[in-house]
């Protein structure tokens, strides 16, 4: 059976923050579904770009090209090399995509595990 | 200034279905959106495999695998190739991801020209 992946079903099943779950893959990159609130660590991806969707609430990017403010529906990649960190005032939903096995914090030593969900 | 695309006000910008509009890129690969309604023709992609995120509406996924029914905020990535077309009774908004100049038909003679919006 081939079935689509709901995000909002998704996001339903855990309640933990800063802790990205795999939904699906594309071309050995993970898609992910987050929550988060409060700011995480400054980082950079030295060989990949960083994809964020926002599904529901608000966040700000900072980077050090400049801050970007994202509501539902706003999508910004990250180029990579550029530090960066996601802020948001209140929890947050994000879609993420990275390569498989990349470090959400740019650092296997302080990276959260990802699972599937 | 760097700044979101925010997807529903880049679908507002056009209205023509089946001419995927480029929005960003992905190391390499290009997030667009798309309009469309009807049935588009079978076909696959040998070397990639093919990301739908539907934003707005209803469409199937038919595949050799199976159909996959679709609503909003459903994703489904068909893995390279797999045969599908994508079919829609009502207008539908979706997000598409595929590698930078990948014919969106599988086949450069038919494929839409992407063009950024």
Redesign the interface.
């Known amino acids: 059976?081939?079935?689509?992946?709901?995000?909002?079903k998704k996001l339903e099943l855990f309640t933990e923050h800063w802790s990205p779950k795999i939904?699906?893959?594309?071309?050995g990159?993970e898609?992910m579904v987050v929550k988060f609130q409060g700011a995480y660590a400054w980082h950079k991806h030295d060989e990949?770009?960083d994809?964020f969707?926002?599904?529901k609430g608000k966040m700000r990017?900072e980077?050090e090209?400049?801050?970007?403010?994202?509501?539902p529906?706003?999508?910004?990649?990250v180029p990579?090399g550029v530090m960066h960190r996601p802020v948001a005032d209140e929890e947050v939903h994000v879609?993420l995509?990275e390569?498989r096995g990349e470090p959400n914090s740019g650092d296997p030593a302080t990276a959260a595990t990802k699972v599937w969900i």
């Open positions: 059976m081939v079935e689509a992946a709901n995000l909002a939904v699906s893959e594309y071309n990159n898609v990949t770009d994809f969707y926002v599904l990017l980077t090209q400049g801050n970007v403010d994202m509501g529906g706003d999508l910004y990649v990579k879609m995509i390569p």
